[in-house]
């Protein structure tokens, strides 16, 4: 009798630890994008693909994060979201608390989401010099950035780096304002005078004309461009970019046979694109009608 109670016993409790497991064991996977700039700022967009609640790691600074596909309320520490029908969920925020400054020397620290695998993708000024990366991350050198790159399974509780950033080369005023102003200014004048000697060399008034109209276009774009927008382009591939870039020159949205016509992207590989750019919420796809359109995402759009 008293083996049996016994018996019994266990399986209710073994059943009672798996109610109370969390749910978040049945979320998939966690996708970090991070950039960070020379002052220590990061800029965060998370992606997740899985199901259930799942709580969220935030720095202490970060008090309204940007949540697309879930829902989430206040938790110790983070959030807590819960994803919805799509299986898809975002959370974007800026933050100051994931580097510490000692010296001269940088640490980058990042707390992450549990239960699941996860890569993260940190892209550093590109003038960083990394010392040492925990657990050992891949370092690549880019145009722009210096990228860090960790895939770490479900067990994985932070990643950090160590590094420095090296002086940029650049020339003091003093020297430029003697020498080379004046060199321009000589070169200048000469053209000037060898352009009306010969006047072939002239540029004819249509062409002159047809060019001041332009700079302005340019002009207004670029202002769309701020220095948030620029940290998000940092991240992009190569077709990416195309699609927001094409986007950001016809007001932010574009039919998606125009957008594949002028971004020359095939439809395969725009298709891709596009899934990924819609899962970190920078674009949004209105399907209501057999010619999809593709819109920048009002949250890209604050930026």
Avoid: C
């Avoid at 220590?40 to 199901?51: H, Q």
Wanted: charged fraction near 25%; aromatic fraction near 6%; avoid cysteine.
């Amino acid at each position: 009798m008293n083996a049996r109670i016994g018996r019994r016993l266990l399986a209710l409790t073994f059943l009672a630890l798996l109610l109370a497991a969390p749910q978040a064991v049945k979320a998939a996977t966690a996708d970090y994008n991070i950039v960070v700039n020379d002052a220590g700022d990061s800029l965060v967009v998370l992606n997740i693909v899985g199901s259930g609640e799942i709580r969220i790691p935030l720095p202490l600074d970060v008090s309204n994060p940007e949540v697309r596909g879930a829902l989430y309320v206040p938790a110790e520490n983070g959030i807590d979201i819960l994803i919805g029908p799509s299986g898809k969920a975002s959370v974007a925020y800026d933050t100051s608390l994931l580097t510490a400054k000692s010296g001269g020397t940088w640490v980058f620290d990042l707390d992450l989401v549990k239960w699941m695998d996860k890569k993260v993708t940190v892209l550093l000024p590109p003038h960083a010099e990394i010392t040492s990366t925990t657990p050992r991350g891949a370092i690549e050198q880019l145009s722009d950035s210096k990228k860090v790159t960790w895939n770490v399974d479900q067990y994985a509780e932070k990643v950090s780096a160590t590094y420095t950033l090296a002086e940029r080369a650049t020339l003091k005023p003093a020297l430029i304002s003697p020498i080379l102003l004046g060199i321009l200014a000589v070169v200048f004048v000469g053209i000037i005078a060898l352009a009306y000697a010969r006047p072939g060399l002239l540029p004819k008034q249509k062409v002159e004309k047809r060019r001041f109209i332009q700079r302005p276009a340019v002009i207004e774009r670029k202002s769309l461009i701020t220095k948030e927008k620029q940290n998000v382009l940092k991240t992009l591939t190569e077709n990416e970019l195309k699609i927001v870039n094409n986007l950001l020159t016809n007001s932010g949205s574009m039919k998606r046979n125009k957008l594949e016509r002028e971004a020359q992207i095939a439809k395969s590989s725009l298709a891709s694109a596009l899934a990924t750019l819609e899962r970190r919420n920078v674009v949004q796809i209105d399907r209501t009608y057999t010619v999809h359109t593709v819109e920048l995402s009002d949250w890209f759009r604050k930026l």
